[in-house]
């Protein structure tokens, strides 16, 4: 992502279409106009060695095509390393649609991109992701084969979000492991950023072992729903970077970790949900490592979600089977961990090292 970054902004030039793809590595990219829905669509294919691309679509007011286009291939290219090292037989692609979805959302919108999805031919599978829901992949269903996430009425496998907190709690647990010498979260002090959907349940599941949570959020509704449930102290948004905790569990949005919030970090662990946690994942990771902060990569432990799809793939959606699936998330973690330590490199360029290691072996042994 940074050469990408910095392919943009080099010398102050304007950037090119080409030279950023090039830049990320991605396989294809694809732009899509429809004129009677004023539908503008781009999909980023980052690689199908291992499989079908797969990843969401995102629906978004990007104040320019180039904002959309940087974050459609910063996404995709991050969908590869979450299937990688997984192990999923799914590569790594993504769709962002341009525009207020409060404004621009209609039933008619939704299928017109279904047909755009329906024209790669399954070389990218779409799914719900920020502003689209199951209901949406509804209307994408009536045009395209090529789309999960379905209602589990429909033999989807439904919300992923359950799956993903379940996940980012086993990530949790084997960071604890690493640091504490067990996993138990009993009496242990989380601070969790984001209490919506996955935030709320990965509260239920810390409470349950007995954790301390302390909770942040801007929603006061979604605070007020979570303090109901389970015993949270809530903080201030700002103020969960200060607190003296074990474990931060960044829920809400991208790039939290950065210069001006590492300085400020009171804990020795890092594990949440959020996509795209290190602002500048090269620096940021190397940095949390000289702090001897332990962090499990954002592709790895939020990886219960596209495990949850990945089961509705293969026939009949099994819960069990995702949930059994999502347990791998603890041991890959484990092993993330021991390659840092073993190589002297930060927990992100293991965790990547190993996803390139799975992606080089299929592809030199053609077995895609
Ligand atoms: P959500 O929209 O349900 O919840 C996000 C929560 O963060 C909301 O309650 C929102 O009010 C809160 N928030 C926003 N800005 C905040 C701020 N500055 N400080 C504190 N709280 C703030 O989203 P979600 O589905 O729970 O996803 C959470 C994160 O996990 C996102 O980054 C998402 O991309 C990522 N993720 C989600 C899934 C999934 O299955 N839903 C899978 C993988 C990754």
């Known amino acids: 992502m940074e050469e990408l970054i910095s392919t943009l902004t080099k ?169 504490y010498g067990n996993d138990s979260l009993c009496g242990k002090k989380v601070g969790v950023e984001g209490v919506g959907k996955v935030g709320a349940s990965l509260v239920g599941h810390l409470c349950k072992e007995g954790a301390e949570v302390y909770a942040a959020d801007i929603s006061q509704k979604n605070l007020a729903e979570v303090t109901k449930k389970h015993p949270v102290k809530v903080v201030q948004p700002g103020e969960i970077y200060d607190l003296a905790i074990d474990i931060y569990a960044p829920c809400a949005l991208g790039a939290t970790i950065n210069d001006g919030t590492i300085e400020r970090l009171n804990c020795q662990i890092i594990g949440g949900a959020a996509n795209n946690q290190l602002e500048d994942e090269i620096r940021h990771s190397s940095m949390l490592r000289e702090r001897n902060i332990v962090y499990i990569p954002d592709f790895l432990i939020s990886a219960g979600g596209v495990i949850n799809v990945y089961t509705e793939l293969w026939g009949e959606y099994s819960k069990e089977l995702a949930y059994q699936r999502t347990e791998d998330i603890y041991k890959i973690s484990l092993e993330v961990l021991k390659i840092a330590e073993e190589e002297y490199i930060s927990t992100h360029e293991a965790a990547k090292k190993l996803a390139e290691q799975r992606i080089d072996s299929i592809q030199n042994a053609h077995l895609s």
């Open 11 to 179: 010398e102050g030039k304007h950037p090119t279409i080409f030279g950023s793809i090039t830049a990320s590595g991605h396989e294809r990219v694809v732009h899509y106009y429809d004129k009677f829905t004023g539908l503008k669509a781009i999909v980023a294919i980052h690689s199908t060695v291992l499989g079908p691309s797969l990843g969401g679509a995102r629906m978004w007011n990007y104040t320019s095509e180039e904002e959309a286009l940087v974050d459609v291939l910063r996404l995709s290219k991050g969908m590869t390393y979450k299937s990688a090292i997984t192990g999923l037989d799914l590569g790594g692609g993504k769709a962002v649609i341009i525009g207020d979805a409060k404004k621009i959302k209609t039933e008619a919108l939704l299928r017109s991109y279904g047909r755009f999805i329906e024209t790669l031919k399954g070389i990218y599978i779409t799914a719900a992701d920020v502003n689209t829901d199951m209901r949406d992949m509804e209307y994408i269903s009536k045009e395209t084969q090529y789309v999960v996430g379905l209602p589990t009425l429909q033999g989807g496998s439904g919300d992923p979000s359950l799956v993903t907190a379940y996940g980012t709690y086993l990530g949790i647990k084997a960071a604890t492991k690493k640091v």
